[in-house]
């Protein structure tokens, strides 16, 4: 096996796990990482079709976890945006070659990270707030666009959610209820538009299986580990990622 399959397993394997350790360990940032790693390892539209059922599969494990323990309010409130955001998605990808869709998912990997070291070096966090209908159809909306093009619609999600200060186990809940919904949406459409196939359902398959390790160790870091060390850890990460699908 030579050296550019060695990497194309691990950059795969990596994200599959990381798939599990976001939905069950901190989420955010780490999330972001999921989509330029397989698009290290597979061409952009192949990535996308690729990660979809592994994220779905997380969604099932974490669900369990979370189950009703979520803001049905805030779930009904992203979820019309977001279906309207998955069809500009859609649409989007049909302008974008491969070059500029790998552009594109560096480019929002590199500006969400620049965004979040800007607020904590500023040590400006939003204030509570009460958010209302047009609020969470906005959100929503961006959410579809950016979870199509690139599954990285979770520092959206969590502007809106964050300011509300919900506690801890339905921030998560409602947080995994709403990206299940919106990833079982845009299966069909994914279907429709040939980014999942026959052929990428079967390397998603291959790679289900480490879901589960990924959510064991998403545990295992949350008791271990400081958010605020290990978030550090996965910007730098990131960051590097999204760099390489810029300029590599």
Not at 148 to 156: C, E, F, I, K, R
Not at 176 to 185: D, G, P, Q
């Amino acid at each position: 096996m030579d050296s550019h399959s060695l990497l194309t397993i691990a950059c795969a394997v990596t994200a599959t796990i990381l798939i599990g350790v976001a939905k069950a360990g901190f989420g955010g940032g780490l999330g972001m990482l999921v989509t330029p790693l397989a698009a290290l390892a597979f061409p952009p539209r192949e990535a996308l079709g690729i990660v979809l059922p592994l994220l779905i599969a997380g969604d099932a494990f974490s669900l369990y976890h979370y189950w009703r323990k979520w803001d049905a309010r805030n779930v009904g409130w992203l979820l019309p945006g977001a279906l309207a955001g998955i069809g500009g998605g859609l649409a989007l990808i049909g302008l974008l070659d491969d070059h500029r869709l790998r552009q594109f998912i560096g480019g929002v990997s590199v500006s969400f990270i620049g965004i979040q070291w800007l607020r904590d070096a500023l040590g400006k966090h939003p204030e509570h707030y009460h958010p209302k209908h047009w609020h969470g159809a906005l959100f929503g909306l961006a959410a579809g666009v950016t979870t199509t093009l690139a599954h990285a619609a979770g520092p959206v999600v969590a502007m809106f959610l964050i300011p509300q200060r919900l506690p801890k186990e339905i921030f998560v809940g409602t947080t995994v209820l709403v990206f299940a919904l919106i990833n079982w949406i845009k299966m069909p459409f994914f279907l429709w538009q040939g980014l999942c196939t026959p052929e990428t359902m079967l390397r998603s398959l291959w790679l289900v299986p480490v879901v589960p390790l990924g959510v064991w160790i998403g545990v295992w870091c949350n008791r271990r580990l400081s958010e605020k060390w290990f978030m550090r850890v996965v910007y730098v990460m990131v960051f590097a990622t999204g760099l390489e699908l810029l300029f590599g």
